[in-house]
């Protein structure tokens, strides 16, 4: 993911050296027990339905000195979609929408990375849904390192973006009585992610 050379708030003086955060480059495996890809959509006009996907694997591989070279890759399975409605996901599953059967996986693909800010940093890639594959820029945060009680080094990152469903042939609404659609077009994906290094 783009990454590091987190910049320290300059003063007046002379521009304080930058930090070193090379020691964190190298291969990273995202731990799904401590990691959440969700999404968020509008439903009836009125409300937000919000889910996840529970089955994902994904490696990173990050780059301390220059950000640009930092890449990311992940692979989720379609049908481990929860919404917390049982009905909904297996609506959800059918052809209606993501056709889990036929396109059993949602896959994205790093092509550049860029810094941003001291503390963001953009990652642009292909998003692979029902066999369309277009490009998304996700902005994610760096929230930084740390060893854990078993001496992993990890890393954490948060991000966001806003895609529209339709553009991946994910289509499917119903008039409202009322006026408007059920479903909104914009969807919010959320990712929450804490990976290990694991060279």
């Known amino acids: ?8 708030e300059t003063t007046s003086a002379a521009a ?11 291969a990273y ?5 401590h990691s959440e890809i969700g999404f968020a959509v509008r439903h009836a006009m009125v409300t937000t339905v919000r889910g996840q996907f529970s089955e994902y694997e994904g490696k990173l591989h990050l780059d301390g000195g220059d950000p640009t070279r ?14 917390n409605q049982e009905q909904r996901d297996g609506h959800l599953r059918t052809g209606d929408f993501f056709d889990a059967e036929t396109y059993p996986e949602i ?20 998003l692979t849904i029902k ?12 929230n930084g390192s740390a060893k854990d009680l078993y001496g992993n080094e990890r890393v954490g990152f948060e991000g966001s973006t806003t ?4 553009d991946w042939g994910l289509s499917y609404n119903a008039a409202l009585e ?15 992610i804490s990976a290990v290094k694991s060279a």
């Open 163 to 166: 895609i529209n469903r339709t």
């Open 178 to 192: 009322t006026g408007g659609v059920l479903i909104g077009e914009k969807v919010k994906l959320t990712f929450d």
């Open 107 to 126: 896959t994205f693909r790093s092509t550049s990375a860029q810094q941003i800010d001291a503390e963001t940093y953009r990652l642009t890639g292909d």
């Open 16 to 26: 304080p050296a930058t930090e070193d955060l090379s020691h964190l480059t190298g």
């Open 70 to 83: 930092s890449t990311a890759e992940v692979v989720i399975k379609v049908a481990s979609i929860d919404t």
């Open 1 to 8: 993911m783009g990454i590091f050379n987190r910049r320290p």
């Open 131 to 142: 066999g369309t594959s277009k490009p998304v820029s996700i902005d994610f945060t760096f």
């Open 29 to 33: 495996t995202i731990d799904t027990t």
